[in-house]
């Protein structure tokens, strides 16, 4: 959905350095601190912009440098000149003596776009949180602009479930998240394309992920928020509730999925306690030790759901097929599947893409 707000980021690209600093103390005077990430004005000179005409012309955009720098995204673009280099161009605010026309434009409301972000996580390992955020993605896909992100850190690559794998794009680790995040544009355009509306950022197997995790900051969670900044909607497959701080708290849904055992009930309430509102989902199968309302009464969540064992839904991800059968949904288990996934998004306010 469409808002109006005032801008809130501000980012700045500007080659001429006085012309940087006249514009830096604008936004110092109207205490607007410019940022290096998804901003909802950019503020740049002729030059600037004229280069990063040249690296999309030149095919530099996307790709992983591309998709860690500032870019418009959608943010409202303010061209500004200095009055020593006069033009005929009116578009351009010249400084100083427009300095009162970039004030007006710097408070002025700007148009967002609000988009969402589901994070799903996994009370226990081998409970099926992977493929239901899969799921989630692929349900979701037909309305939203959906990018399905892997920030599980020790994730081994959610691209495997939807047979995305050798599809070329960037991986979790190209994404540069010590600018603060990527251009949603760029990164939309970089991630590997698993379905018309769908995209996949997964983790890389062929890296040392632990040793580039401890060196980095994660690109991950920076992926997560600058897709939702753009206005579309994000699923977050966030392994394991250690991992998924960051996401989590910023989440418009949170999904706990867990087995209907005792050590998933134990470590479902884990879950559920750092994120009150969240939604269980009780895997079930044969010869389970708990019904699937025992545990969510001993959970406390307010909400919680049902998912059954289902073969075809194995068999699906176990040879990578996931995507083209929830597409066809036409099993009897497939079809619970992908009722369970419309179901939990029913429960997200995200963007129209």
């Known amino acids: 959905m469409d808002t109006t707000t005032r801008a809130r980021t501000v980012a700045v690209e500007i080659t001429d350095p006085d012309?940087?600093?006249?514009?830096?103390?604008?936004?110092?005077?109207?205490?607007?601190?410019?940022?290096?990430?998804?901003?909802?004005?950019?503020?740049?000179?002729?030059?600037?912009?004229?280069?990063?005409?040249?690296?999309?012309?030149d095919g530099a955009v996307p790709d992983a440098a591309a998709a860690g720098r500032v870019g418009t995204g959608g943010a409202r673009v303010v061209r500004v000149g200095s009055d020593r280099d006069p033009g005929d161009d009116d578009e351009v605010i010249r400084l100083p003596s427009g300095t009162g026309d970039l004030v007006g434009v710097l408070l002025a409301p700007v148009p967002t776009r609000a988009g969402a972000v589901v994070v799903v996580v996994g009370a226990v390992g081998g409970c099926g949180a992977s493929t239901l955020a899969a799921a989630l993605a692929v349900r979701a896909a037909p309305s939203h602009r959906t990018l399905l992100v892997e920030t599980d850190p020790h994730g081994t690559g959610v691209d495997l479930l939807l047979g995305a794998e050798d599809r070329p794009g960037l991986r979790v680790e190209d994404v540069r998240a010590d600018l603060g995040g990527p251009d949603p544009g760029a990164l939309w355009g970089a991630a590997p394309e698993v379905l018309p509306g769908l995209r996949v950022l997964a983790r890389s197997r062929s890296r040392p992920a632990a040793a580039d995790h401890a060196r980095a900051p994660d690109g991950g969670p920076g992926a997560v928020r600058a897709h939702r900044a753009g206005g579309g909607l994000a699923v977050s497959d966030s392994g394991g509730a250690e991992d998924c701080g960051p996401v989590r708290d910023e989440a418009d849904l949170v999904v706990v999925v867990t087995r209907a055992d005792l050590q998933g009930a134990v470590a479902a309430g884990r879950a559920v306690r750092r994120s009150?509102?969240?939604?269980?989902?009780?895997?079930?199968?044969?010869?389970?030790?708990?019904?699937?309302?025992?545990?969510?009464?001993?959970?406390?969540?307010?909400?919680?759901?049902?998912?059954?064992?289902?073969?075809?839904?194995?068999?699906?991800?176990?040879?990578?097929?996931l995507a083209d059968a929830l597409r066809r949904g036409r099993a009897g288990g497939m079809r619970r599947l992908c009722a369970l996934a419309d179901t939990l998004l029913e429960e997200v306010g995200s963007g129209e893409r």
């Open 19 to 57: 012309l940087d600093a006249e514009v830096r103390a604008v936004l110092a005077a109207l205490a607007m601190e410019p940022g290096t990430g998804p901003a909802d004005v950019l503020v740049t000179d002729r030059a600037a912009e004229r280069a990063d005409r040249a690296d999309r012309a």
């Open 276 to 321: 009150p509102g969240a939604t269980l989902v009780i895997r079930t199968g044969r010869g389970d030790p708990l019904h699937a309302a025992d545990v969510a009464g001993s959970v406390g969540a307010q909400r919680w759901r049902v998912l059954p064992e289902i073969g075809a839904v194995r068999r699906a991800t176990g040879a990578g097929e």
